[in-house]
Nanobody, 115 residues
Framework: QVQLVESGGGLVQAGGSLSVACAASGSILSFNDMGWYRQAPGKQRELVAIIIRGGSTTYADSVKGRFTISRDNAKNTVNLRMNSLKPEDTAVYYC?????????WGPGTQVTVSS
């Protein structure tokens, strides 16, 4: 059974930085891709960043140049470094992995950016 657990969320002031991490229960190389999504109150869940097995990355326009997704194959983690945070980045951040058409989600971690 695949398990994903996020960590590292918290409260930060606008303009600050924060990193969140997603730990997988098995080898992350078994996934076709892994990514971060977020959901703000009253809004739909949206893609933030994704990294595919080959290493290519994709970012939402709203975070390009500010967020960086990376992975540590040895630790089976996928990380999201968030710089120049804005109040509109406030959301619950979810880790997602896909393998053979099946999606796995973590429980989420709250990121709050104060103005």
């Amino acid at each position: 059974q695949v398990q994903l657990v996020e960590s590292g969320g918290g409260l930060v002031q606008a303009g600050g930085s924060l990193s969140v991490a997603c730990a997988a229960s098995g080898s992350i190389l078994s996934f076709n891709d892994m990514g971060w999504y977020r959901q703000a109150p009253g809004k739909q869940r949206e893609l933030v960043a994704i990294i595919i097995r080959g290493g290519s990355t994709t970012y939402a326009d709203s975070v390009k140049g500010r967020f960086t997704i990376s992975r540590d194959n040895a630790k089976n983690t996928v990380n999201l470094r968030m710089n120049s945070l804005k109040p509109e980045d406030t959301a619950v951040y979810y880790c997602r992995a896909s393998r053979v058409g099946i999606l796995y989600w973590g429980p989420g971690t709250q990121v709050t950016v104060s103005s």
